[in-house]
């Protein structure tokens, strides 16, 4: 079996010979991972006779799948770590090779040590820093004739990036030597972004940039990673949410590629003049008080349906109305089948609505509901210009706002996350 390497049916390829050993049986605490080509077996056992057996039947499972799919393995670059204090170390053996044990190994980017104390990979952090630290001083030249601007958005999007790479695994709740290390890396590139004397201090640095201490900056993206992505709790003291409660982005496709609204279910030219037919105003508020959406449903120049609904405080007003637009499409489809318009004030709702790779879950459902219901059409309508239905629901979305009903349970926006992590 072999397909040449870059090919567009290549990934899909290895994905199904893959997908056959991932579905293994494994011995007991045992488990794999893979990327791409990359593959890692983690056992725990609490003697090493036992995780001697469970590596070595772990491994003649993984043999016998690579010869049925005439797979080589490269057992030069074979390695394995153990996190223990045992003296006498466990004999690992591939086909009568014995394999090599590192204190340090390199996967997915991280140097992992057995000591687990980030050592190595601060290290290497600090050996490309100094690469780009010069890159960078290559690129300002001589002359300075690049603006601060440029020099702190190069730092922002390309350096800072760099260094944030996995910081939900290393600094999730930093020491204090990872701190003091991740300062000396930050500060040379300080010292180039300011033009300052070498003796400036790094907090002063850090002031004039409006820039954050680097070990913040790392450890609020980690957190923010840890509760959104890899659904990990944290300490009531940071936040009481728990990953369920978070909004997470979709990915991939809400429905098959070949499928999604046509050209006359969206429109975002303004037809807010449409006086005939049934027609749904839509619209979404926030005020001291709340926030709040609202539908109001009209037939000729006559109001047949109010519909209006609290949300958390800590809700965006572009949640508010893509709830509002998911709840106006439910009532539409209950409707008798006939055409009808739902008009919306922001360009935005209507965009991610006709989206089917919008990473809004509800935008997604909103989408797939245009696509099974063709009557429906989405229209983008001027905000506060005099339109009577217009007014009506933005009337009715302050009032939900600032009433005093219990508010739907929505999940919260990553924005409020972060304003959350940043006070602490």
């Not at 170390?89 to 104390?117: A, F, V």
């Not at 020099?151 to 290393?170: F, P």
């Not at 709740?173 to 033009?195: A, E, H, M, Q």
């Not at 998911?326 to 935005?348: C, E, F, G, M, R």
Request: proline share 4%.
């Amino acid at each position: 079996m072999s397909c040449p390497q870059g090919s567009c049916s290549g990934p899909t390829l290895w994905n199904l010979v893959t997908n056959e050993i991932l579905k293994e049986t494994w011995p007991e605490n045992t488990a794999i991972r893979s990327f791409a080509d990359d593959f890692v077996i983690v056992s725990h056992a609490p003697t090493k006779i036992k995780i001697e057996n469970q590596i070595h039947a772990s491994i003649e499972k993984f043999i016998n799948w690579a010869n049925k799919n005439k797979l080589q393995i490269s057992t030069g670059q074979t390695q394995y770590i153990l996190f223990s204090k045992l003296t006498r170390l466990p004999r690992i053996r591939w086909q009568g090779e014995t394999i090599q044990r590192k204190h340090t190994i390199k996967y997915l980017g991280l140097l992992i040590g057995d000591i687990l104390n980030w050592n190595a990979h601060l290290r290497n952090l600090s050996i490309k820093s100094f690469t780009l630290y010069q890159n960078l001083l290559k690129i300002i030249g001589e002359n300075w004739e690049f603006s601060l601007k440029l020099r702190r958005m190069l730092y922002k999007t390309v350096i800072e990036r760099m260094l944030a790479y996995g910081a939900a695994v290393w600094c999730l709740d930093p020491s204090v030597r990872i701190r003091r290390k991740l300062n000396t890396i930050k500060r040379p590139f300080l010292l180039v972004l300011t033009g300052a004397y070498r003796t400036t201090a790094t907090l002063a640095l850090q002031v004039i940039l409006e820039i954050l201490p680097l070990y913040l900056q790392l450890r609020q993206e980690a957190r923010l990673t840890a509760i959104r992505r890899l659904n990990i709790s944290l300490p009531d003291t940071l936040t009481t949410l728990i990953p369920r409660e978070v909004e997470k982005g979709e990915t991939g496709w809400a429905t098959h590629p070949a499928e999604c609204p046509s050209e006359e279910q969206i429109s975002l030219v303004d037809d807010g003049g449409i006086t005939s037919g049934t027609r749904i105003y839509m619209d979404g508020s926030k005020t001291e008080k709340g926030v709040g959406a609202a539908f109001c449903v009209w037939s000729g120049q006559n109001i047949v349906c109010r519909w209006l609904a609290k949300l958390q405080h800590c809700n965006t007003v572009f949640q508010a109305e893509l709830l509002a637009l998911k709840h106006a499409t439910d009532h539409a489809i209950s409707l008798p089948h006939q055409t009808i318009t739902i008009l919306v004030d922001n360009q935005a709702s209507v965009q991610a609505a006709a989206n089917p790779r919008s990473i809004n879950t509800t935008a997604r459902e909103i989408c797939k509901s245009l696509i099974t219901n063709k009557h429906i059409h989405i229209s983008w309508i001027k905000a506060h210009v005099g339109y009577d239905g217009n007014e009506e629901v933005d009337r009715l979305a302050k009032e939900a706002a600032e009433s005093d009903r219990g508010p739907l349970s929505a999940k919260s926006p990553i924005s409020f996350l972060k304003s959350v992590f940043k006070k602490k």
